[in-house]
């Protein structure tokens, strides 16, 4: 099977039974949860595309435009016009890359920069309010899982999750 350029090939299919039954409630479990944690997201009256840019440009640091695009698998006109939002709302900036001339990166603002961490704090402790009532064992369980999937997926994000 041919891959467009920019994508990722489909993984393997499961080998085993247990593998798939694995895999199919781990994803389910994994949008549900992050469906319930971007209500808190609505306080900060930015859209979910551009807090997902912001997010990139805030924990990877000054990225060009191309860069921000791969990583949001967006093409660039679109990037451009997320970025052109984020710089009117004025929560990132555009500087030359002093190093290269010819290369523009995107930077956040103090004020993107605490947006983002605010949001990302609301998630948090909207999720830590859902772990209330679990036993130290669930607790121990659920941080042993996050590690196992951070190994799945390669490590962990360079940037906190969404």
Do not use: N, Y
């Not at 099977?1 to 389910?28: F, I, K, V």
């Not at 093409?75 to 451009?80: D, I, V, W």
């Not at 009117?88 to 890359?97: F, I, K, M, N, T």
């Amino acid at each position: 099977m041919a891959t467009t350029p920019g994508r990722a090939r489909p993984p393997a299919p499961a080998r085993t039974q247990a593998e798939a039954e694995a895999a199919d409630r781990l994803h389910s479990a994994a949008i549900h949860l992050l469906r319930r944690l971007r209500l808190q997201d609505a306080v900060s009256g930015i859209s979910g595309p551009r807090l997902s840019a912001l997010s990139v440009i805030v924990f990877v640091g000054p990225i060009t435009l191309g860069a921000l695009a791969a990583a949001e698998q967006v093409k660039a006109p679109t990037m451009t016009r997320l970025v052109q939002g984020l710089e009117g709302d004025g929560l990132v900036s555009r500087a030359v890359d002093p190093e290269d001339r010819r290369v523009v990166r995107v930077r956040a603002t103090e004020k993107g920069r605490r947006l983002l961490l605010e949001g990302r704090d609301r998630r948090v402790r909207s999720l830590a309010e859902r772990l209330v009532g679990l036993s130290p064992d669930e607790l121990e369980t659920l941080s042993r899982a996050a590690k196992i999937i951070e190994r799945v997926i390669g490590g962990p994000d360079p940037e906190p999750a969404e």
